[in-house]
């Protein structure tokens, strides 16, 4: 009974792993599976995949994009109206 609790520990760790691979995440497959067993291939399951390095990545809205051009305040009131 003992051997075959030990077969199945090591067994749900190298499916963790191969799951884990299709997510670009096998060491943490790996040790959800071997640590936590089927609850930790159910976790493994719900995760998103990691993005491999170098990927390309959309932009986030907003960020990248230059400032405006300053306002010049020498033609300006303090609220804006033309002098």
Known sequence: MG????????????????IGQSKNRVAE????????????????LFLSPKPQAGAATWPTPGLGRPLPPPVPTDRFGPSGEAL
């Open 29 to 44: 497959g790996a040790v959800l599976g071997f640590l936590l067993g089927v609850i930790g291939l159910a976790i493994l």
């Open 3 to 18: 051997a075959l609790f030990v077969i199945a520990w090591f067994l749900s760790g190298i499916l963790g792993a191969l």
